[in-house]
């Protein structure tokens, strides 16, 4: 008896090593064929811009093409249970924000992922803020008088935001839950593009936006820019106040983007597109092409710090979604 559980421990010790050795041996070779990079969002949104100049450079570095696959919809649900389902090989990779990894477990009944199992970190990219936009009729011109006007009319206040639970949903349910109460009417939309488009078409009346969407438009006089949630002024918005200055440092939330595989992915082949990625990332040339014009901040972290974060934020957010009084759906 001692002697064959002896040796099942040893055959089990030896695949493990076979199976460390090939992911080693994979890694060194990687790719050695197409990657496909899901954007869970539609064309010419932030994500898209980074999964596309990502895509481009990684082109380069490996030697193989790598191409941009859009399928937005369900708050990056869509996008994110492809994933899921792909081979788990390093061939395809997701680029989006927490609402696969954290929000969308929060807050719906019927994902077809599952957003704690079948997900490899990988590494998150950047952090990005927001700029609050309105339409010049709203007749608004501060973050105050927006809470204020949204009191006196519940309901009748709109903002687009990417998707529920995206940080742009999050940020206003805090906005309203510390100024009397949410009572502001949300639209989702699964891209940023739609949502400027009826905003400028006065549809919506307001929305949080990307800086390098949000700036030719505020530099038009098209929109009133009333607040930026970073923690201090922006020399793109150099007059806009931010959320600490108006007092509403709770709803601070950045917009981050991060990297993930299918899980099973081998970590030797993780840990290269990690190394890969981060020293794109932290590319002088990338920076000033990719990462500024869209008001970024490089955070190019490791798998272990990737999941760590996960791990820390969850808690929060679940914490957030109960006060703020979110619907599940």
Do not use: C
Not at 113 to 119: A, E, K, L, S, V
């Amino acid at each position: 008896m001692i002697i064959r559980r002896w040796r099942s421990a040893l055959a089990i010790v030896i695949f493990a090593m076979a199976f460390q050795a090939y992911g080693t041996e994979t890694a060194a070779n990687f790719p050695s064929q197409m990657v496909k990079i899901i954007v869970p969002y539609t064309a010419g949104g932030l994500t898209d811009v980074m999964g596309r100049a990502l895509a481009s450079r990684l082109e380069q570095k490996w030697g193989e093409t790598v191409i941009v696959d859009n399928k937005p919809g369900a708050s990056e649900s869509v996008g994110a249970a492809l994933l899921a389902k792909s081979a788990a090989d390093g061939l395809t990779i997701f680029i989006g924000s927490d609402a696969p990894f954290i929000v969308n477990g929060l807050l719906k009944k019927n994902l077809t992922y599952n957003p704690d199992t079948d997900f490899e970190p990988i590494t998150r990219l950047t952090e990005s803020f927001g700029v609050l936009i309105v339409r010049p009729s709203l007749g608004v011109k501060t973050l105050k008088e927006f809470l204020e006007l949204a009191q006196r009319k519940p309901n009748q206040v709109t903002f687009g935001s990417e998707g529920v639970g995206s940080p742009s949903e999050f940020r206003m349910r805090i906005l309203g839950g510390e100024s009397g109460g949410y009572k502001m009417s949300h639209i989702p939309y699964n891209g940023m593009n739609p949502i400027m488009t009826d905003l400028l078409g006065g549809r919506i009346d307001s929305a949080w936006m990307p800086a390098h969407l949000a700036k030719p438009q505020v530099d038009a006089g098209k929109v009133i820019p009333i607040a930026v949630n970073i923690p201090e002024r922006t020399w793109m918005f150099p007059s806009v106040p931010t959320m600490n200055e108006q007092g509403y440092v709770n709803a601070n939330m950045t917009f981050k983007m991060m990297l993930a595989a299918p899980a099973g992915t081998p970590k030797p082949i993780i840990d290269k597109i990690a190394l890969d990625v981060r020293e794109i990332m932290k590319d002088p040339d990338f920076y000033e092409q990719v990462i500024k014009p869209i008001g970024g901040i490089v955070i190019a972290d490791t798998p272990e710090q990737f999941t760590a974060y996960i791990k820390k934020t969850k808690p929060f957010l679940a914490n957030v979604v109960k006060e703020a009084k979110f619907d599940t759906q």
